[in-house]
């Protein structure tokens, strides 16, 4: 894999989510009512779920569900940045990381460093995992991390059910093997993370 693509990928993303974040916390600020609301509903859900967890094979099992739903997420993420839909995901993450962090500070959650960190976590495995996939993306359709190419590729291909490739996808997979699978590890290491760390506070 051309390391270059990954990174220019990655950085890509980044600004999206980095744009997006900025803009859904000043709206936040400005719009609380309208930009929190979800973001109180969200945290009530959370709050009540986490109420019901006091035994230790419950807590375990939050846990669980906490690594499978992440993974399942990425999962899907991946998919879609593959065929270079990241730079809009982003947008979406940054959108709601914004205003999930803005309403973790209004209700007051202890300690303070559990959403930032926690956040932080699940962004980076998630902008990781969608800028790989991006990169092999780039492999198989033959474009090159930029506006007007994936601008260029969806006029070409918006549509097909099933993309032009410009190079089979099972021998871009297979190239890629040993480093797809330690990148695979290394995703999942962080989503373990980002589960631990989320059932700190229950």
């Known amino acids: 894999m051309d390391k270059n693509a990954f990174l220019k990928w990655l950085k890509i993303n980044t600004l999206f989510f980095v744009g997006a974040f900025i803009v859904g916390s000043l709206l936040a600020v400005l719009f609380p009512d309208h930009m929190l609301g979800f973001g109180r509903r969200w945290g009530a859900s959370v709050i009540a779920i986490s109420r019901t967890i006091s035994e230790p094979v419950s807590r375990k099992g939050f846990f669980v569900n906490i690594v499978i739903f992440n993974s399942f997420t990425t999962f899907i993420k991946s998919l879609l940045s593959l065929i270079f839909l990241g730079p809009l995901l982003s947008i979406a993450m940054g959108v709601f990381y914004s205003i999930g962090l803005i309403s973790a500070f209004e209700r007051g959650v202890t300690p303070l460093w559990h959403s930032p960190v926690l956040i932080f976590i699940e962004?980076?495995?998630?902008?990781?995992?969608?800028?790989?996939?991006?990169?092999l993306g780039s492999e198989i359709f033959g474009v090159l991390p930029g506006k007007k190419e994936i601008i260029d590729f969806w006029k070409e291909n918006w549509k097909k059910a099933i993309p032009t490739q410009k190079k089979d996808w099972k021998a871009v997979f297979k190239e890629n093997k040993k480093e797809l699978i330690l990148f695979i590890i290394m995703i999942f290491v962080l989503i373990l993370v980002g589960a631990w760390v989320e059932i700190l506070t229950i």
């Not at 962004?123 to 990169?135: E, K």
Request: a neutral charge.
């Open 123 to 135: 962004v980076l495995f998630s902008l990781l995992a969608m800028s790989y996939a991006s990169a």
